[in-house]
Nanobody, 122 residues
Framework: QVQLVESGGGSVQAGGSLRLSCESSSQTVSLGWFRQAPGKGREGDAYIDTVDGYSHYVDSVKGRFTIYQENTKQNKVYLQMNDLKPEDTAIYYC?????????????????WGQGTQVTVAA
């Protein structure tokens, strides 16, 4: 069983930055970040191939968010979020999967963290 521990959520003003971190208890092939806003489904933002370092972003976060691995730990990833907008307000979940594809969805990830709240004030 893979366990994921997230940290780094909080409250910021629009235009501000936050960095989320996620550490997996075991090595997995893919790690990703999803968000769930109130009344909405869980949607993917970014994910990374932990072996080769390939990454993928949804259009709404390209240029603002960066997913990257800890230099010495393949099983730890960060999501650097810059230029945050009120519409980024959500619970952010780390997810891990046993495969990598250039386009992945919620169903491709097997293990999930408990989530961390991000609130962006206008």
């Amino acid at each position: 069983q893979v366990q994921l521990v997230e940290s780094g959520g909080g409250s910021v003003q629009a235009g501000g930055s936050l960095r989320l971190s996620c550490e997996s208890s075991s090595q997995t092939v893919s790690l990703g970040w999803f968000r769930q806003a109130p009344g909405k489904g869980r949607e993917g933002d970014a994910y990374i191939d932990t072996v080769d370092g390939y990454s993928h972003y949804v259009d709404s976060v390209k240029g603002r968010f960066t997913i990257y691995q800890e230099n010495t730990k393949q099983n730890k990833v960060y999501l650097q979020m810059n230029d945050l907008k009120p519409e980024d307000t959500a619970i952010y979940y780390c997810a891990a999967g046993s495969e990598w594809r250039s386009h992945m969805g919620r169903a491709d990830f097997t293990w999930w963290g408990q989530g961390t709240q991000v609130t962006v004030a206008a």
